[in-house]
């Protein structure tokens, strides 16, 4: 896994509600932890694009409901700094579900992935239908 050489800011925390932007079944899926936390004791642990969480499905095919799944998050709403000075926002807040080898679930991503997200996971460019 590479590093993210953009200054990310972590907007979403436990309890964040994303929308699920794979085909793999789930509509909406709730923050349960992120994976690999670092961070003051007793403090929320803050996510942003590219950070893998652990998540609880919300809404979807009953397969999924009320089971944890890993994601990873390819949209947020707060803007992102890239390294050249621009900033890129999105108009939701999302995530799509990956299994325990960092692999996609689904077969395919509705609506644009962020860059940082293809530059640290490259298996998940394969499905992504745009990159901004």
Same mark, same amino acid.
């Given at each position: 896994?590479? /590093? ?6 972590? !907007?979403? @925390? ?10 793999? /079944? *789930? ?5 349960i932890n992120k994976i690999g936390k670092q961070g003051r004791k007793r403090r929320?642990? #803050?996510? /942003?694009? /590219?950070?893998?969480?652990? *998540? !609880? ?11 944890? %799944?890993?994601?990873?998050?390819? +949209?947020?709403?707060?803007? %992102? +700094?890239?390294?050249?000075?621009? +900033? ?5 807040? #999302?995530? @799509?579900?990956?299994?325990? #080898?960092?692999?996609? %679930?689904?077969?395919?991503v509705k609506g644009a992935m962020a860059r940082e997200v293809v530059e640290r ?5 394969? @499905?992504?239908?745009?990159? %901004?």
């Open positions: 896994m590479k /590093g993210i050489a953009t200054k990310i800011t972590k !907007s979403l @925390i436990p309890g964040s509600i994303l929308t699920c932007a794979d085909n793999s /079944g *789930a509509k909406t899926i709730m923050i929320l642990a #803050a996510c /942003g694009i /590219g950070d893998i969480v652990m *998540a !609880s499905v919300k809404s979807g095919s009953p397969q999924y409901i009320k089971k944890k %799944v890993r994601a990873v998050i390819i +949209r947020q709403k707060l803007p %992102v +700094r890239r390294a050249n000075g621009m +900033r890129v926002r999105f108009e939701d807040n #999302a995530g @799509i579900l990956i299994t325990d #080898a960092n692999l996609p %679930v689904g077969t395919e996971y490259i298996k998940l460019a394969g @499905i992504a239908s745009r990159v %901004v």
